[in-house]
Every structure is written in structure tokens, then in C-alpha cells.
């Protein structure tokens, strides 16, 4: 079993739409990053989270400790929007063991 | 505006080959990893350093490759002989750890490699 399971694998929705993103961690992890990586492209840090919930613009994240779950959100999806986003559980200090990652594709 | 810096962004090479990339950290950061990613595995953790010590290279083939950090500004990693299988896009980040407690991680661009 993976430390780290993410959901969906593919999502694919209209633009404009709420998405929910969701990944659940095992015990070790003390955070996780929320990943963005763009058809071809290099790798951003959306989110650093340990505990409630983070905002930038459209999305936002949250984190429930207890549960060991995170979400990624995405108000009013735009098709630049669409890459693959990665939850990254750290132990330790840093280390990152990954998700598989979900693959968002957003049509206009 | 501070980035992590890699080189080479491409390389195509001949099985039996040396390969090295490079990796410029961000100035001030005291951590610095290498990771793997390919369509099958995803993203895989090679090695990391902490103030230039190897913390942890578990995750590396350890007859071929070998990571280094000869100072602050400049991370390696080698392969030597290359094969086929180590085609993949190679991604160094680093980041700020102060207390034991993780920072914000950034990613460099990439080095994609190709081994024919």
C-alpha cells in the first residue's frame, strides 16, 4: 500500500466547475505539499500544509490531521488549470514520498 | 527572482556513456534533493542533502550513480555507465530547513535525459 493515495487518477470537467482533488496519507507524515506540473513542464509548489486550510486565488487546501486527508480545491476551473497536480507527504525533515498524482484536464 | 537552476535541460546519449547534471540551489537553501520521474514510476526520491552532507541516497542505484555536492552553490549527479532504463526527466529542489522543520520546496526545471 502506497503512504500516500490520491484521488481521482484522471479528471476531466467544464470549465467553471468545482474540483475537489483528494489525498490520504499514512502515519509518518507530518505535512504535504501540493504539486503542479504542466504537460512538459517543471514542478511548482502550490501549497506547504501541516494543518487547516491554505488559499491562493482559486485554490485553496486542507488538511485533516486526525483523518490523515488532504483536499485540493479549484473554484471556477479555467482550462490553464489543467495539469497534473501531485500530493507530496513529507516525514521527516523534507523528504517527500509522492502520490501518484491526478491528471486534471478542464475544457473550455 | 531566485530559481533553481539545472543544466543540462536535455540530453541524448549513448548507452555506456558518463552523464552529469548540474544543480545551482537557491542561495541560502540548506537542503537539496534529487528526484526521478518516469511514466511508470512517477516522481522517485534519488538523494538529499542537508548543509552538503548526504542525508539519505537509499533510493539510488548505487553502482552507476553518485551525487555530490562539491559546495553550497552547485549539486551533481553522475551516471556512469548510462543504459536505457535511467531515461527520464531528472528534477533537483531545494529548500530551507530550520529547527527540523520543512520550508517551501522549489523544483528546477528539469534535465530530461535520453540514453539510446
Redesign the interface.
Known sequence: KNEVEQSPQNLTAQEGEFITINCSYSVGIS?L?W?QQHPG?????LF?LSSGKKKHGRLIATINIQEKHSSLHITASHPRDSAVY?C?G?QG????V?G??TRLTINP | DARVTQTPRHKVTEMGQEVTMRCQPILGHNTVFWYRQTMMQGLELLAYFRNRAPLDDSGMPKDRFSAEMPDATLATLKIQPSEPRDSAVYFCASGLVVGGKPGELFFGEGSRLTVL
Open positions: 505535512a505539499h504539486l513542464g517543471g514542478i511548482v509548489s506547504m501531485i507530496a513529507i525533515a523534507q523528504k517527500l509522492f501518484q498524482g
